[in-house]
């Protein structure tokens, strides 16, 4: 990211806070709730604070999750076309050619996809070859790539990337 692009989201970001606030209330103000650890940006339309980690090779899937909820948020879902033009215009910043991991997993042996929760997902923005069949393993997750102009792959278990992790503001 260029010290541009950073001092550009700063004043765009102090713009957007409420004018009644005191100068109390500035202290805790939106993007001052994002989680302490460096890089997380404030969403004003998603009212969330996200951040891409870079592929890291000592990472397994299950990694991505704990460390998204170590730094107080979650493995990033995307649920709306809006939402996931929004990331791409994100991810436009930067020049992340590995997969990139986002929220959602689905058993071979069964239909559904689902969040961590549990929760069946209904938004997918796969590429037109996939979901493809896949044998790696009992698991498969959603992941999407530069290349690929970031429609969805389902990804096998044993595929690395960067992940994406946002915290909702309440
Ligand atoms: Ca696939």
Not at 88 to 103: A, H, M, P, R, T
Not at 105 to 128: A, K, M
Not at 156 to 167: D, N, R, S, V, Y
Request: hydrophobic share 35%.
């Amino acid at each position: 990211m260029s010290p541009g692009l950073v001092n550009s989201r700063l004043v765009h970001k102090k713009q957007t806070c409420p004018q009644v606030w005191s100068e109390a209330d500035m202290s805790t103000s939106l993007h001052a709730r994002c989680p302490d650890a460096a890089d997380y940006v404030f969403s004003k339309v998603f009212n969330s604070c996200y951040k891409v980690h870079s592929y890291d090779n000592t990472l397994v899937y299950d990694n991505y999750s704990q460390i998204c909820e170590l730094e107080g948020g979650e493995l990033m879902k995307i649920d709306s076309d809006e939402k996931q033009q929004h990331i791409v215009k994100f991810l436009g910043q930067f020049e992340i050619s590995d997969w990139i991991v986002i929220q959602g997993t689905h058993l071979i042996s069964e239909t559904p996809w689902r969040y961590n929760d549990g929760s069946v997902i209904s938004y997918f923005n796969w590429h037109p070859t996939q979901p493809d069949a896949s044998v790696f393993g009992l698991l498969e997750y959603l992941c999407m790539k530069k290349s690929e102009l970031y429609q969805w792959n389902d990804c096998w278990g044993t595929m690395k990337g960067a992940f994406l992790c946002e915290k909702e503001i309440e």
